[in-house]
């Protein structure tokens, strides 16, 4: 028999000192700094296109908030591909797009968050069943709704929305949650399409509170399967510098 696949947050668990660990923990404190005026508050973590990290990214991170004693909320935003609930191995019967069913004990709020076994304090909102008409459904008063509920039953609420090239889903996000994390792939994401992704969320109010390059690599040296993260921070800088 093979050998049974890790989970994408088993290093998160290990004792000993890590360096993916370590730098995710990294990111998590970056964010404390950045969240000085609102420690609370719910943020939304994207990109530029699909498949430069942000779900990895999301799911490694609650871990450790919920390692520090946080009880957390990680909601997959992505109606349209959704993957955090692979990541976790959790059912899609319940989550997201329930609550805009005309059934209330569906539509339920708790009855669509799940715990993840192995983490205490993390919760888990997945995508639930793909629905025909996303961005319909994100942009009605009920998501406003269900997020004032999570922040009143969670200590923080962490967003994996899709990427922002080319469906506006993370832009219907930031009209309630006005924060964001933005990923980027080391060696990857093209420039151009980063700027570009950047400033739709700009222009669409959302306060970038930093920038997270996922599987960098310094020449010469190798950090094991998935690298390890660097973080550049954008919330203490002029406005109008880039």
């Given at each position: 028999?093979?050998?049974?696949?890790?989970?994408?947050?088993?290093?998160?668990?290990?004792?000993?000192?890590?360096?993916?660990?370590?730098?995710?923990?990294?990111?998590?404190?970056?964010?404390?700094?950045?969240?000085?005026?609102?420690?609370?508050?719910?943020?939304?973590?994207?990109?530029?296109?699909?498949?430069?990290?942000?779900?990895?990214?999301?799911?490694?991170?609650?871990?450790?908030?919920?390692?520090?004693?946080?009880?957390?909320?990680?909601?997959?935003?992505?109606?349209?591909?959704?993957?955090v609930h692979r990541v976790f191995?959790?059912?899609?019967?319940?989550?997201?797009?329930?609550?805009?069913?005309?059934?209330?004990?569906?539509?339920?709020?708790?009855?669509?968050?799940?715990?993840?076994?192995?983490?205490?304090?993390?919760?888990?909102?997945?995508?639930?069943?793909?629905?025909?008409?996303?961005?319909?459904?994100?942009?009605?008063?009920?998501?406003?709704?269900?997020?004032?509920?999570?922040?009143?039953?969670?200590?923080?609420?962490?967003?994996?929305?899709?990427?922002?090239?080319?469906?506006?889903?993370?832009?219907?996000?930031?009209?309630?949650?006005?924060?964001?994390?933005?990923?980027?792939?080391?060696?990857?994401?093209?420039?151009?399409?980063?700027?570009?992704?950047?400033?739709?969320?700009?222009?669409?109010?959302?306060?970038i509170l930093g920038a997270v390059?996922?599987?960098?690599?310094?020449?010469?040296?190798?950090?094991?399967?998935?690298?390890?993260?660097?973080?550049?921070?954008?919330?203490?800088?002029?406005?109008?510098?880039?």
């Open positions: 028999k093979g050998k049974k696949k890790e989970a994408e947050y088993a290093t998160m668990l290990k004792e000993g000192n890590y360096l993916m660990a370590e730098n995710v923990r990294n990111v998590r404190t970056m964010l404390d700094f950045a969240l000085s005026d609102n420690h609370n508050a719910p943020i939304l973590i994207s990109s530029s296109l699909q498949g430069e990290g942000k779900s990895h990214l999301s799911s490694n991170l609650l871990v450790a908030m919920a390692q520090a004693g946080k009880k957390v909320l990680l909601v997959d935003g992505d109606l349209r591909r959704a993957r191995k959790l059912s899609t019967e319940k989550g997201l797009s329930n609550i805009w069913d005309a059934d209330p004990k569906k539509a339920d709020y708790a009855a669509n968050v799940q715990p993840v076994k192995d983490v205490p304090n993390l919760f888990v909102m997945t995508s639930g069943q793909r629905p025909p008409n996303p961005a319909e459904l994100l942009n009605t008063p009920k998501l406003a709704d269900f997020l004032q509920w999570a922040q009143k039953n969670f200590d923080q609420v962490v967003i994996d929305c899709p990427a922002i090239l080319p469906v506006s889903d993370t832009l219907l996000w930031g009209k309630y949650v006005p924060r964001a994390v933005f990923v980027i792939k080391y060696g990857q994401t093209n420039a151009k399409l980063a700027q570009v992704a950047l400033d739709k969320l700009q222009k669409a109010g959302i306060k390059i996922g599987h960098y690599r310094p020449k010469g040296l190798s950090y094991g399967k998935y690298g390890y993260y660097k973080t550049y921070s954008y919330y203490n800088e002029d406005k109008d510098k880039k």
